[in-house]
């Protein structure tokens, strides 16, 4: 599939969802699998938005890619924002404390929803670029 | 499918009706809305979301601040959420902090 490059910004939630509905249809997900995965692709991108940029005061451009092989399609988000781990939950110290309780709460749960979710979740930053790839098993047809 | 909450009052019953695709993009929409209703001082709250077809967690965070607005004694009912909808307010754990039901009928 061709990659979309979007400003990273809430605006671009609905594009990133109606690309990952695509590829799901693309790759022959059921209806669970499909919601499953865009669920997932939402609550990282979102992340990216708010955490990897707004929050640092900087702009910067968003990319989802889908790719389709036999077993899998796997979605990646890249983006160039702050370096965000979504799997390790270390915020700086004072960015903790202020967070009221509900919002700590609802970070972790945003991050359960996706590893739950999908066949496969991981993070790496290469070259100055978040990498977030999710990855769902294509059924396998008799 | 685009956002939208309607708020409705019958009697201290605050009635709110979702549509479409609950986020963070709609979040700060969804929750103007519960300030409103909260405005009203309602004994309850409906969310009827039949026709919401995606939630998020941002979504989760608006219902938490929904509870707390309206305080301790007035609850909150989700009616007709579909399939994966529940399935997510299920796996949060809300079933616990709000009451889940196919339908609402008018006491």
């Known amino acids: 599939m061709n990659p979309l ?8 939630l609905e594009e990133i969802g109606n690309y990952v509905i695509e590829a799901a249809r693309q790759a022959g997900l059921d209806q669970k699998a499909s919601y499953a995965l865009r669920l997932a692709v939402d609550e990282i991108a ?20 889908g790719e389709i092989t036999d077993a899998a399609l796997t979605v990646t988000l890249t983006d160039q924002g702050v370096p965000f ?39 790496r930053y290469e070259n100055g670029s978040n990498l977030n790839v999710f990855a769902m098993n294509r059924r396998s047809f008799p | 499918m685009a956002f939208d909450a309607q708020l409705k ?6 009635k709110i009706t979702l549509t479409g695709s609950l986020d963070a993009a709609s979040a700060p929409q969804f929750k103007e809305v519960i300030e409103q209703a909260a405005a009203q001082t309602p004994e309850k709250v ?18 938490i601040f929904a509870k707390q607005k309206m305080g301790a004694g007035v609850d ?7 399939g994966p909808v529940l399935g997510t307010l299920e796996m949060s754990g809300f ?13």
Request: glycine residues 10%.
């Open chain 1, 5 to 12: 490059r979007l400003p990273a910004t809430l605006d671009a």
């Open chain 2, 9 to 14: 009052m019958t009697g201290p019953v605050a």
């Open chain 1, 46 to 65: 979102t992340n990216v938005i708010t955490h990897g940029y707004e929050e640092a005061g900087t702009k910067g451009d968003i990319t989802i890619v």
């Open chain 2, 46 to 63: 409906v969310l009827f979301m039949e026709k919401l077809d995606f939630l998020a967690s941002a979504g989760l965070r608006v219902l």
């Open chain 1, 85 to 123: 781990d979504p799997l390790s939950h270390r915020l700086p110290e004072e960015d903790d404390l202020a967070l009221p309780l509900e919002e700590r709460q609802i970070g972790g749960l945003g991050i359960m929803l996706v590893i739950n979710g999908v066949d496969a979740f991981s993070y």
């Open chain 2, 95 to 107: 079933h616990h902090s709000v009451y889940i039901q196919d339908s609402w009928a008018e006491a």
């Open chain 2, 76 to 82: 909150i009912y989700v009616v007709g959420s579909q």
